[in-house]
């Protein structure tokens, strides 16, 4: 990985990234060996605010959360040669329980229905990280600016190529036909092109932690719908011949607060009450975090030369944990159209590129959106009609396969 290390210079690139987290990292990835007709790569340079860790350990740019990953996220991972790196540690979702606590309301999703050896997968954030950046040490076109931040970003409208100037905190100055904003939802790159969002605050946080639990998940997730929010329990690969579990629980912030005041053994009997006995006590837990949730959109999703992926154009509730999957559909697409331009040696930064990318991400965008929108909305509310409605709809779901194939495919990222 020796190139993953600040490069002084006041050169120009033909892309250059802001952010080298995961979306950054994965969108540098999916570029890195294109190559066009004369058989040049890509230029591209990372701009990362964060400091790199050492050769082999865990990177600071990527904390210790667990993802899951949809079918088409584990595959596309695989194209970019990042999953030979995490099949080791990565669990299968084989099945998926969707409940409402103290209600008739069940539905069951299950791999095999559908054809495949797992429905998703899920593994921690940081493995993912550290299997991207051994991937880009490998590649001798991508460069680091890092640790360094972007100071200004000037816009230069009347150049045909390279017109897009980045001056860096460090004073580096560097040019480029393309900036791709992967750089989270305080996105620098959207504050600096003026870019307007809309921002709708859940009241609600989320409660994260592993835990091991008394019996085997045998590979299914539980999404499971109590009064007190819905707990998300999603299967991790053992550990010292434990079954662990990743904990996702939606609460209100003052019900947090209360939750993380309290001791582990106390802790591990309210989530018992809460989730139920379908994997008997919670014998071990681990450090927990609280997140605050936000759903968080981009009025628009381009500007000259520049493109908004993921978080910098999207933050969504994790309720069904679409929110990793849906910005690494963002990077596909962009590089897909990236492809297509550099191969023929056409312009990669030209508004007829930039406008492919903004039209063809909008109905994925606002199907994923309203889908958690409406389960935010569904399932945190106790009216008799709604709790009569979903219950109902849980009912149908699980025994109407073209409903039940139609949600199946959208969660697994297709």
Same mark, same amino acid.
Not at 113 to 124: C, D, R, T, Y
Not at 358 to 385: C, E, G, M, Y
């Given at each position: 990985?020796?190139?993953?290390?600040?490069?002084?210079?006041?050169?120009?690139?033909?892309?250059?990234?802001?952010?080298?987290?995961?979306?950054?990292?994965?969108?540098?990835?999916?570029?890195?060996?294109?190559?066009?007709?004369?058989?040049?790569?890509?230029?591209?340079?990372?701009?990362?605010?964060?400091?790199?860790?050492?050769?082999?350990?865990? $990177?600071?740019?990527?904390?210790?959360?667990?993802?899951?990953?949809?079918?088409?996220?584990?595959?596309?991972?695989?194209?970019?040669?990042?999953?030979?790196?995490?099949?080791?540690?990565?669990?299968?979702?084989?099945?998926?329980?969707?409940?409402?606590?103290?209600?008739?309301?069940?539905?069951?999703?299950?791999?095999?229905?559908?054809?495949?050896?797992?429905?998703?997968?899920?593994?921690?954030?940081?493995?993912?990280?550290?299997?991207?950046?051994?991937?880009?040490?490998?590649?001798?076109?991508?460069?680091?600016?890092?640790?360094?931040?972007?100071?200004?970003?000037?816009?230069?409208?009347?150049?045909?190529?390279?017109?897009?100037?980045?001056?860096?905190?460090?004073?580096?100055?560097?040019?480029?036909?393309?900036?791709?904003?992967?750089?989270?939802?305080?996105?620098?790159?959207?504050?600096?092109?003026?870019?307007?969002?809309?921002?709708?605050?859940?009241?609600?946080?989320?409660?994260?932690?592993?835990?091991?639990?008394?019996?085997?998940?045998?590979?299914?997730?539980?999404? /499971?719908?109590?009064?007190?929010?819905?707990?998300?329990?999603?299967?991790?690969?053992?550990?010292?011949?434990?079954? /662990?579990?990743?904990?996702?629980?939606?609460?209100?912030?003052?019900?947090?607060?209360?939750?993380?005041?309290?001791?582990?053994?106390?802790?591990?009997?309210?989530?018992?009450?809460?989730?139920?006995?379908?994997?008997?006590?919670?014998?071990?837990?681990?450090? /927990?975090?609280?997140?605050?949730?936000?759903?968080?959109?981009?009025?628009?999703?381009?500007?000259?030369?520049?493109?908004?992926?993921?978080?910098?154009?999207?933050?969504?509730? $994790?309720?069904?944990?679409?929110?990793?999957?849906?910005?690494?559909?963002?990077?596909?697409?962009?590089?897909?159209?990236?492809?297509?331009?550099?191969?023929?040696?056409?312009?990669?930064?030209?508004?007829?590129?930039?406008?492919?990318?903004?039209?063809?991400?909008?109905?994925?965008?606002?199907?994923?959106?309203?889908?958690?929108?409406?389960?935010?909305?569904?399932?945190?509310?106790?009216?008799? $009609?709604?709790?009569?409605?979903?219950?109902?709809?849980?009912?149908?779901?699980?025994?109407?396969?073209?409903?039940?194939?139609?949600?199946?495919?959208?969660?697994?990222?297709?």
């Amino acid at each position: 990985m020796e190139n993953l290390t600040n490069v002084n210079s006041n050169d120009s690139y033909d892309v250059i990234i802001s952010g080298g987290g995961l979306s950054g990292s994965l969108m540098a990835l999916s570029l890195a060996d294109l190559t066009n007709a004369d058989g040049r790569l890509l230029s591209i340079a990372i701009i990362e605010a964060n400091k790199l860790a050492a050769t082999g350990d865990t $990177p600071p740019l990527f904390d210790d959360r667990v993802l899951a990953l949809s079918h088409g996220s584990a595959a596309y991972l695989d194209e970019v040669n990042v999953w030979q790196h995490l099949a080791h540690d990565a669990c299968a979702i084989d099945k998926i329980d969707i409940s409402d606590r103290g209600h008739y309301g069940k539905a069951r999703l299950e791999a095999k229905e559908q054809g495949v050896s797992a429905l998703g997968h899920v593994i921690e954030m940081a493995l993912i990280g550290k299997g991207v950046l051994k991937e880009l040490g490998n590649k001798p076109n991508v460069h680091w600016f890092c640790p360094d931040s972007i100071n200004s970003i000037d816009w230069q409208p009347q150049s045909e190529t390279h017109n897009v100037s980045v001056k860096l905190s460090s004073g580096d100055c560097i040019t480029t036909g393309l900036l791709l904003g992967c750089d989270g939802a305080n996105s620098p790159c959207r504050q600096q092109a003026g870019i307007n969002i809309s921002q709708s605050n859940y009241k609600q946080v989320a409660l994260i932690a592993n835990v091991a639990t008394e019996k085997s998940h045998k590979n299914k997730a539980f999404e /499971r719908f109590t009064e007190f929010g819905p707990i998300a329990m999603l299967p991790l690969s053992p550990l010292n011949g434990q079954s /662990r579990c990743s904990l996702v629980w939606t609460m209100p912030p003052e019900q947090s607060e209360q939750v993380m005041a309290l001791s582990d053994d106390d802790f591990k009997s309210q989530l018992e009450r809460a989730f139920g006995s379908w994997l008997g006590a919670i014998t071990q837990v681990g450090k /927990r975090d609280v997140y605050p949730l936000i759903l968080l959109q981009a009025k628009q999703q381009i500007y000259h030369r520049m493109a908004l992926i993921g978080n910098a154009s999207h933050t969504i509730h $994790p309720i069904a944990g679409q929110g990793f999957n849906l910005g690494l559909r963002d990077i596909q697409k962009m590089a897909q159209l990236i492809e297509q331009q550099w191969q023929d040696s056409n312009d990669i930064g030209c508004f007829s590129l930039l406008n492919d990318y903004a039209n063809s991400r909008v109905k994925d965008h606002s199907q994923v959106i309203t889908l958690t929108d409406s389960l935010v909305t569904l399932f945190a509310n106790d009216l008799f $009609p709604l709790v009569a409605g979903r219950n109902l709809g849980l009912k149908v779901m699980n025994y109407l396969a073209p409903f039940k194939n139609t949600l199946v495919n959208k969660l697994m990222g297709y």
